[in-house]
């Protein structure tokens, strides 16, 4: 089986996969720019269908510098957008036609009259006529020449929601649950969203002559795979691009990673087996056949795909004592290191004793989601240990809380800020963005949850440092865009504390996310201290904040928790009282983020003991990041 058909066995859909978002962007640049420059030197335009949301928009970005650095015009171009939610004015910071004006048609030369947007304000009677409409305007142009689509964890494109079939026409639809809670941070609250959109069909895209599909980061793996590798069904409409004669999906190695070639590449070919590899493949299979790793035995590797792996580092039983070994020098109680120990096999160094920690977290909250009991544990082990919140996190707070914040204000006394705040929170209207005091007046909110949190952990105020990090202070949700203040920021701090280790979290999120953005001032502020000498002597541990753990056999390092510790760490999430949930939840399917994180911790030490090693109540994991290697990271 060459390499190339293991691949083609799995996926349906021709996939390319980049570096990161940024090298794909310009690819699918240029060849939408070739498409147009071709158009024009016949005479003729180009036909665009184009999305929202926080994936396209690097691709915008780019199309912008080209148009300024290479001239290259969109006068002869028509485009047609997927979707707009229904019942929001255009004005709204939200609506899709505010957002087309500002990432791409105000930077660019393309006449009014050429783009072409589903109608959000139309009436209930009149919106299916309207959608006839856009149907009858695509079609007069000659149809879409290239679609451009992002995917939503629904499995959405456009606001195709699971249920829509192939056939399916520009519409009005209603939102599904998860895709209103994706959008819950844009409209400052989940019953902010609104329930109903208009969008082009799958049958309206699939018409399309081209189609690329883009998708970045972690969060849209499992759905890629799907599109991607399953039988088209309806409850996951990209997967009936596998029905189209030219779609490629543009892909980051993230949003790849399920990819059976990625995942499981012995599958797809003749892979090199190194430990990494043998670790992911044998854990893999004692979790797949439900058996410890210490019995499997050669057989289970021979009927499960795997018979290179134990031909080339078997019999089965040294290879499994190897990886039983691997995993079990992950695990540690002393994520400071183990003072006076032999730590060859830990994951830290036990000198010095004492270390200089820093605790990086994006926004208020990341840190204790993810490491709480690792936290608690490295200040009761007596380490120096400074927790740093780069952004202020003050878009993530509804004006509910405000409200409630400053009516408690007034009422014990009042201040002028408060007075203010309930002044701007009484005459805001929908389109209207906080101003810079009301968006103080929240950061104050989320800074008292977080010292209220680390309390717990145990740590002294006096050892948290709010950055309020320009691009944050200055950007809206998935609009963010970092600078050289940032980076000197974050390195001047960095600096001061010279820490023995840090932990940071976002390497593989959503490019447009805060915890992405954070990495990547992160990583800048490390190239620039690259000379200093303690850089040498600090370990940078990442953690994950967002929900989706590392693969067991990523870990480097293992932090179990006891009972008490698991109560303390909810205890400490549940400080953070903004993001909760505003609306009680009644239903179990739906858990409290405290609730998610908690589940995730005890379906780690749950994975531990199911590979055969010690069974804890729950576990932290972390995987090293190695400060000299290139800016490309882990
Ligand atoms: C936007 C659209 C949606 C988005 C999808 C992903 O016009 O139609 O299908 O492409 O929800 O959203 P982001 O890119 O924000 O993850």
């Not at 720019?33 to 929202?52: C, S």
């Not at 023995?500 to 620039?528: M, W």
């Not at 850089?535 to 390092?557: A, F, N, P, T």
């Amino acid at each position: 089986m060459s390499e190339q058909s293991g691949q083609e066995l799995y996926e349906r859909i021709p996939s390319r996969i980049f570096d990161d978002a940024q090298a794909a962007v310009c690819q699918i640049a240029r060849e939408i720019a070739d498409a147009i420059r071709e158009r024009q030197a016949a005479g003729k335009g180009l036909v665009l269908g184009l999305a929202t949301g926080s994936t396209p928009v690097p691709l915008y970005r780019e199309l912008i510098r080209m148009h300024r650095k290479e001239g290259l015009s969109f006068a002869k171009v028509t485009t047609f957008n997927l979707d707009e939610y229904f019942g929001i004015d255009a004005r709204h910071p939200e609506s899709y036609h505010r957002f087309m004006r500002e990432q791409l048609f105000d930077h660019v030369d393309i006449p009014a009259e050429q783009i072409n947007i589903p109608e959000g304000m139309v009436s209930r009677e009149e919106v299916f006529e309207a959608c006839q409409d856009y149907e009858n305007r695509i079609r007069e142009v000659g149809g879409i020449d290239i679609q451009i689509l992002g995917i939503g964890r629904t499995g959405h494109i456009g606001f195709n929601e699971p249920g829509s079939g192939p056939a399916s026409r520009t519409r009005l639809v209603t939102l599904d649950r998860l895709t209103r809670l994706d959008a819950a941070r844009d409209f400052q609250g989940e019953h902010n969203v609104p329930r109903y959109a208009v969008t082009m069909g799958v049958g309206t895209i699939l018409d399309a002559r081209k189609v690329y599909l883009l998708a970045w980061g972690r969060s849209k793996a499992e759905v890629v795979k799907a599109a991607v590798e399953d039988a088209p069904v309806e409850s996951l409409p990209a997967s009936f691009l596998q029905q189209h004669e030219d779609v490629s999906f543009f892909l980051d190695t993230a949003a790849a990673s399920e990819l059976t070639r990625n995942k499981y590449p012995w599958l797809v070919g003749f892979p090199e087996w190194t430990p990494e590899l043998a670790r992911k493949s044998v854990t893999h299979l004692s979790l797949k056949l439900g058996k410890p790793l210490l019995k499997l035995v050669d057989k289970d590797y021979q009927e499960n795909g795997v018979s290179e792996l134990v031909t080339e580092q078997g019999p089965a039983y040294g290879l499994n004592i190897r990886v039983f070994n691997e995993v079990q020098h992950t695990i540690t109680g002393w994520p400071g290191g183990k003072p006076d120990a032999d730590d060859t096999y830990r994951p830290e160094r036990a000198k010095p004793s004492l270390k200089r920690v820093l605790v990086l977290s994006p926004e208020p909250q990341d840190d204790v989601l993810a490491m709480a009991g690792t936290l608690s544990r490295l200040v009761a082990h007596g380490h120096e240990v400074t927790v740093a919140y780069l952004t202020s996190g003050s878009l993530g707070v509804p004006d509910e809380e405000a409200r409630w914040a400053a009516d408690l204000m007034r009422e014990a006394g009042g201040s002028e800020l408060a007075t203010q705040v309930l002044a701007e929170l009484d005459e805001k209207s929908a389109f209207d963005e906080d101003s810079v005091g009301l968006r103080r007046f929240k950061s104050y909110i989320r800074r008292n949850e977080a010292r209220a949190a680390l309390q717990l952990c145990g740590l002294e105020p006096d050892r948290i440092q709010f950055l309020d990090l320009p691009f944050y202070e200055n950007g809206r949700y998935r609009r963010f865009v970092t600078g050289e203040d940032d980076v000197s920021e974050l390195s001047s701090l960095l600096q001061s504390v010279r820490p023995h280790q840090v932990y940071v979290t976002g390497e593989a999120a959503d490019p447009s996310s805060v915890q992405a953005k954070s990495f990547s001032v992160f990583e800048l502020a490390i190239q620039k201290l690259q000379s200093e000498a303690w850089i040498k002597d600090c370990y940078v541990w990442l953690y994950r904040s967002d929900g989706r753990e590392w693969d067991i056999h990523q870990v480097e390092m293992s932090v179990p928790c006891s009972p008490d510790e698991v109560k303390r760490k909810a205890q400490a999430i549940y400080q953070h009282r903004s993001q909760r949930s505003q609306i009680p939840v009644l239903d179990e399917e739906q858990r409290e983020v405290w609730e998610q994180a908690i589940d995730r911790n005890r379906a780690t030490a749950r994975f531990y003991d199911k590979l055969g090693l010690a069974e804890y109540e729950a576990i932290e994991c972390f995987v090293r990041w190695h400060v000299t290697q290139d800016s490309a990271g882990k």
